[in-house]
């Protein structure tokens, strides 16, 4: 494997640092400005380029834990000739300033590579089905002979790199990593570790990573954290999720961890989120703490038993039979993904697999992602997909044991593009063009490069940007285009995508009514977790809660929300312009005494703003449709949430029309659903395609109806 | 009550036929243009504002008293260009370029109207050179911004960054706003404030527009 593309800024503080010139320095300014006059030149020079290429530890002695390793993945990275010709030359001049600064320029890039490549180094090995032991390096840790080895087998000499008999390469900003495999692959540790480096007086010396006890309930997993990522990330990486409805921007306080020992010091999103008390205690939001020591951290709040709709009808039970065909549906949701391995002979379910999309990571909304994949993420965030897929198919086909001979994929606009590996730059900003909402018809192998498998696999083609393949799917799995009398989809998400139709044809549009019936921006909202607040009553002034699963409190979740809105508007503790009464309004409402979960004034505006978006979206898109809710048929709920929604509550909040009463069905998972028809039914592309031609958006933003309307609907009438 | 006292009373109400009547009888008993607006206009709008910033009341409470506000505005407009009332300051608003949120932004414009300010509206997807060249044509003290989206807060960064590059960066306050925005990434692309309200955006641009000028 041969990389050259690289996006790597020189941080002039590290160089500086590198170069031992300090601020407080007399000569700093004038230090500063010549480094910064070389920097041009430094990039015009670098020629980068990284090889990389697995090879055999045979003849050398290595261990872990007292076994051999015998595997390794050879890297060798290199700033290019022409860099290291450039300082010769100034110390050959008597430059010596400038000669220094240049080397320290060149080890800068270099160091930076090294980073820049881990993704990559971990994709291969991933591909390969090998794990990541540790990274080791020359002399230190084996024989400098190694290195001629690393060269071979990475065909650097083709490349125009030189070896001495030193083994020491040409140009000299040419570096050799060795990364030790095994076969588990349940870590990849590709960093350099300055720890069990020998060189003590190196000056980019940092010991990287910090060990990490991570405590839920009764049990206690030990993790090693990078001191360059926050606790948010290192988690992410080893699949603990914690909600983080912001990105890790410090503002939505859903990523709160307790350190038992070790705490780190509070930042300024920390002060804001929580009390002096609360910080004492260790309270700390996840996102924000880079541990520089070794710590314990309590979680309560990871998402282990998510809640994912895969909706089976036939029970639980895995039924696989010789002789007959099957097919994959999948649904891929921005929180979660589901799938189902359909028996294509009789359309019988034969398995489910549910699980949480990974890409979570990089926010919790599609715009997080959306940002995360422009600012350089996009293969890590593609990377991750994928490897979210080839799980569950690996699940699913008993390590692909059984060959499936189809699959179909529903799924947001923006999950597409991230999967198909399209850039996100135009899908986050006005007027929000994707790169391609076509159906799309792709090999496996070619779409999760895997070659375990292979079949045709559909992707569910959108509408727009923002209303996508999952609501296409459910359209189709409804009957929209063939029904007679117009009927309602929406989806009670993040975007509040909702369609409304007939055979006459489709009028979509996507509402952006935000997380909070998810339980963003809710100051104890959580998803549908166990111990979410999912009902409420009011009596004798106490809120009495009930929870998932009965466990003890930890949260709200959106069935949770409307009750509590609903009790307080009867018990008349808010008004009808959402303000609540004293002593509330300062103090909030007592939901639990356990964890001392309240709802408070905020809590209730946000749901104003959330409630308003989807009632005046759906008012404003049937009146464009030219019909008005009365004439609607049916209303269909998409998503986990509408089983358990009490839709007359949901009604007496203004969050639904009075029609919903008595024509509300929840439909469950309707994207998974519509994917799975379509592995079955024949006409199944003629017909999506031809759903997809009746259907058009209809754009929000300048919509005077739906700017009354949106007023309108923030009172609780 | 006295009248200039029930003007500011129903604008809050956002009664503004009510409003409009009683600052049409103000001027015909003669009472001074300046304080009908400043004590009974002004004021009432001011009190609105830091009740939402409060969160004691909504936005449609600010929206309708921003409407019967600027029903009394223009019955009184006439009288207050006769007696040479000056505006605190001009400032120039819209949402960035890529992003057609505004409803905030919408009550940033009220609320600093309501503190005094003539507002040069640019609506939305306002690209970032358009921002300055008005600032420049209507002689501006202040340039607003807001973003609703995350991905579009960088355009904030790009107008900090054209304003350097033409030489006026430190002619005009800038100041930032919206959801996603917050008081670090102001200080990140190098803004001059940023308040999470329309409410504290009101205030503190009156003040650090009185102040500069008081300065100069
Ligand atoms: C209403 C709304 C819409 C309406 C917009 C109507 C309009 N004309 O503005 C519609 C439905 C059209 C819409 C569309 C979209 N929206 Co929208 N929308 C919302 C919603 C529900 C409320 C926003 C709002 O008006 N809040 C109320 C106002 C008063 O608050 P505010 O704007 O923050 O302003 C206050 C302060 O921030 C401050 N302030 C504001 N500006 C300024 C400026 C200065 C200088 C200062 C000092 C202060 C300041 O003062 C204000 C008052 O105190 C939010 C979700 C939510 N519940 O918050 C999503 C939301 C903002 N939208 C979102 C998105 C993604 C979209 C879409 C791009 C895609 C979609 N459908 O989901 C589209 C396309 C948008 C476009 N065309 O630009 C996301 C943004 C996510 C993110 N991480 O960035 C949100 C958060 C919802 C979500 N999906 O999570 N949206
Ligand atoms: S505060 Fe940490 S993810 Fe939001």
């Not at chain 1, 080839?390 to 999967?419: F, Q």
């Not at chain 1, 792709?442 to 959108?462: A, F, K």
């Not at chain 1, 703003?609 to 008012?619: N, S």
Request: charge should be negative; aromatic fraction near 6%.
């Amino acid at each position: 494997m041969k990389r050259t593309e690289f996006d790597i800024k020189i941080s002039i503080e590290d160089v500086c640092r590198f170069l031992d010139i300090h601020k407080k320095s007399d000569s700093y300014e004038e230090l500063l400005e010549e480094l910064k006059e070389m920097l041009p030149m430094a990039y015009e020079k670098i020629e980068p380029m990284a090889l990389l290429e697995f090879g055999s530890l045979d003849g050398y002695t290595v261990e872990e834990e007292g076994r051999p390793i015998k595997e390794a993945l050879f890297g060798i990275c290199t700033v290019g000739k022409r860099m290291a010709e450039w300082s010769t030359q100034l110390f050959a001049e008597g430059d010596y300033m400038r000669g220094m600064m240049a080397d320290a320029i060149a080890d800068n890039y270099l160091f930076q590579m090294d980073t820049a490549m881990e993704q990559t180094v971990i994709d291969m090995c991933r591909k390969q089905g090998k794990g990541i032991i540790r990274r080791i390096e020359a002399p230190q840790d084996i024989p400098m002979s190694i290195q001629k080895r690393a060269y071979d087998a990475t065909g650097a000499e083709q490349e125009g790199i030189g070896i001495k008999p030193s083994f020491m390469y040409d140009p000299v900003k040419t570096v050799c990593q060795i990364y030790l495999l095994d076969d588990d692959t349940s870590r990849y540790h590709p960093e350099h570790d300055c720890s069990r480096c020998s060189n003590l007086t190196c000056r980019n010396r940092r010991i990287p990573s910090v060990q990490v006890k991570v405590r839920t309930g009764e049990e206690e997993r030990r993790i090693r954290a990078r001191k360059s990522e926050s606790l948010l990330e290192t988690f992410q990486k080893k699949d603990i999720f914690l909600t983080a409805v912001c990105a890790g921007r410090g503002t939505c306080g859903k990523c709160r961890v307790q350190f038992l020992e070790g705490a780190t010091e509070p930042d300024e999103a920390d002060r804001k989120v929580f009390t002096e008390k609360e910080l004492e205690q260790g309270w700390r939001l996840a996102c924000r703490a880079y541990p520089k020591q070794d710590c314990t951290v309590l979680l309560d709040n990871a998402e282990t038993d998510f809640f994912v709709l895969a909706d089976t009808k036939d029970g639980n039970e895995r039924r696989i039979s010789d002789g007959t065909s099957y097919g994959i549906a999948v649904d891929i949701g921005t929180t979660t993904i589901a799938m189902q391995l359909v028996d294509l002979s009789d359309g019988r379910t034969a398995d489910v697999y549910t699980a949480i999309n990974r890409q979570r990571a990089y926010g919790a909304d599609v715009i997080s992602r959306i940002e995360a994949s422009n600012s350089g993420k996009k293969e890590e965030l593609r990377s991750s997909i994928r490897q979210d897929l080839l799980k569950g198919i690996g699940k699913l086909t008993e390590d692909n044991r059984l060959k499936i001979s189809k699959m179909v994929i529903g799924a947001n606009t923006t999950m597409v593009h991230l999967l198909m590996g399209y850039s996100c730059e135009t899908l986050g900003v006005y007027p929000f063009e994707p790169v391609n909402i076509d159906m799309i018809h792709i090999p496996y192998r070619e779409l999760l490069e895997d070659e375990r498998q292979d079949c045709p696999v559909t992707i569910y083609p959108g509408i727009s940007t923002y209303v996508g393949g999952d609501i296409v799917s459910g359209l189709y799995t409804l009957e929209f285009a063939k029904r007679e009398k117009p009927a309602v989809l929406i989806d009670l998400g993040t975007n509040g995508e909702m369609a409304v139709g007939c055979r006459d044809g489709i009028l979509t549009a996507s509402t952006a009514a935000g997380p909070a019936f998810e339980g963003g921006n809710i100051t104890c909202g959580t998803g549908s977790i166990p111990g979410a607040i999912c009902g409420a009553v009011y009596r004798n002034g106490k809120m009495e809660t009930e929870t998932i699963n009965h466990a003890k409190p930890s949260g709200i979740c959106g069935t949770g929300i409307i009750d509590v809105i609903y009790e307080l508007k009867k018990a008349e503790i808010i008004d009808e312009t959402g303000r609540m009464e004293e002593p509330y309004f300062k103090d909030g409402v007592l939901l639990s005494e356990e964890g001392n979960l309240r709802f408070y004034q905020k809590d209730v505006r946000e749901i104003q703003l959330a409630k308003a978006a989807v009632r005046a979206g759906l008012e404003t898109l049937a009146a464009r449709y030219g019909i008005s809710c009365e004439d609607v048929d049916r209303f269909y709920i998409a998503g986990g949430f509408g089983y358990k929604m009490n839709i007359h509550k949901a009604v007496d909040i203004g969050l639904l029309p009075a029609q919903c009463e008595g024509r509300t069905e929840a439909v469950g998972n309707s994207c998974l659903q519509g994917s799975v028809k379509y592995l079955l039914d024949p006409d199944a592309e003629k017909e999506t395609e031809e759903l997809r031609k009746m259907a058009r958006e209809l754009p929000l933003s300048n919509d005077k109806m739906f700017q009354e309307l949106y007023m309108e609907y923030m009172y609780f009438e | 009550m006295d009248l200039i006292q029930e003007i500011s009373e129903y604008l809050q109400k956002g009664r503004a036929k009510n409003v409009k009547q009683l600052v049409q009888q103000a001027l015909d008993e003669n009472m001074d243009p300046k304080a009908i607006l400043n004590d009974g206009l002004l004021s009432g709008m001011m009190i609105i504002g830091a009740k939402f910033k409060n969160n004691e009341v909504f936005v449609p409470e600010v929206l309708v008293a921003a409407r019967a506000m600027n029903v009394g505005l223009s019955v009184l407009e006439p009288k207050l260009i006769e007696v040479g009332n000056e505006p605190v300051g001009k400032a120039v608003i819209g949402t960035v370029q890529g992003d057609l949120h505004d409803i905030g932004k919408n009550l940033v414009v009220m609320m600093l109207k309501g503190a005094g300010f003539e507002i040069y509206d640019l609506g939305v997807d306002v690209e970032t050179s358009v921002f300055i060249d008005k600032a420049e044509e209507v002689g501006a003290d202040i340039i607003c911004m807001s973003a609703l989206l995350t991905t579009t807060m960088p355009k904030m960064q790009d107008c900090i960054d054209m304003l350097k590059e033409r030489g006026l960066r430190d002619k005009y306050i800038v100041m930032i706003g919206g959801a996603p925005v917050n008081e670090s990434f102001c200080e990140q692309i190098g803004a001059d404030y940023y308040t999470p309200d329309a409410a504290s955006c009101a205030e503190v641009a009156k003040k650090v527009v009185l102040e500069k000028k008081a300065a100069n």
